[in-house]
């Protein structure tokens, strides 16, 4: 019972992935309407970009460390 | 104290890359500036450029000199520890004191170029701004850095191993079912190299690559604009 509520645990953390999905795919799609307005600043806005995503990407790592902790250090 | 099983792993490929640094450093000597480079000359030349343009973008030439050759090191180091996996060793950056150690030198060297450009009066002011009661959050800020820096490395790279050995274990499974060379996981040989090349190469590439722009930009925040 007690694994079961950890497993279920994680498996809710993870969740909070799904919004990071949805807006780090807003990023790219923002990048790539730039460059096709202006294809001279391509390389100025790709490392923008990349940089954007990193960052954005930090909140589901956050929560993959969480599910983790959760599952290796509660559940061993 | 126990052993970690990583430090193996990063014995090994310290003293690959040590290696590999002799190596090209006498190929470098030996080759004449007049002819056309090739081989591991024209790779090393051809790198060299790529991070020195992305230095120089972000900085300034006098920094560049200086920072080009620490971002060149430590990209080598990121994308040799993460492709370790192919070679069945552990990853060193899925430990996370590799990762910590590699966060806490992006750190200290912000801290060191804002107190060169700015002197001590102008150091010890940047913590108190833009009011004294701010300092609480400065140290934050500072510690947060470091947090997401390594954190995002050690996170990335230890989920695509985990997700390697969970496949593994499911693709040993279904080959069970197989008779006669179903102990040998078939099933896996096929399957397993695409994703190698998703979790291993891909990811730690562009992990590296992530790493030294944030490195980069952080540095080039601390600086005056040109």
Redesign the interface.
């Known amino acids: 019972m007690e694994r079961a509520l950890l497993g279920f645990a994680a498996a809710l953390c993870v969740c909070g992935g799904c919004v990071t999905g949805i807006m780090e795919g807003k990023v790219a799609v923002q990048a790539v309407e730039s460059i096709g307005k202006n294809p001279d600043a391509a390389d100025k806005i790709q490392s923008m970009a990349i940089i954007g995503a990193a960052i954005s990407e930090t909140c589901a790592i956050y929560c993959l460390l969480v599910a983790f902790l959760i599952i290796f250090i509660l559940g061993a | 104290m126990e052993f970690q099983t990583t430090i193996l792993s990063i014995i090994i490929i310290t003293i690959t890359m040590a290696l590999l640094l002799f190596y090209i450093n006498k190929k470098l000597r030996e080759y004449n500036p007049l002819e056309k480079p090739k081989g591991i000359v024209l790779l090393v030349i051809m790198f060299g450029q790529m991070i020195d343009k992305m230095v120089k973008?972000k900085t300034n030439e006098r920094v560049a000199k200086y920072l080009t050759p620490y971002i060149m090191s430590v990209v080598a180091y990121i994308f040799l520890s993460n492709i370790a996996g192919l070679f069945s060793l552990e990853t060193p950056t899925s430990n996370y004191s590799v990762t910590l150690v590699l966060g806490a030198l992006t750190c200290i060297l912000i801290e060191v170029y804002s107190f060169k450009e700015r002197g001590t009066k102008g150091y010890i002011k940047s913590w108190f701004e833009p009011l004294a009661p701010f300092v609480l959050v400065n140290i934050l800020s500072k510690i947060s850095t470091l947090l997401?820096l390594s954190?995002?490395l050690?996170?990335?790279i230890?989920?695509g191993g985990?997700l390697m050995s969970v496949i593994y274990q499911m693709l040993g499974s279904i080959s069970k079912m197989i008779p006669l060379i179903g102990n040998l996981n078939v099933v896996g040989i096929i399957i397993a190299p695409v994703l190698h090349f998703y979790f291993d190469l891909f990811s730690g590439i562009m992990q590296a690559?992530?790493f030294i722009?944030?490195t980069i930009?952080f540095i080039g925040k601390e600086l005056p604009n040109q």
Do not use: C, D, K, P
């Open positions: 973008e997401s954190l995002r050690f996170g990335n230890l989920s985990i690559y992530i722009t944030l930009s």
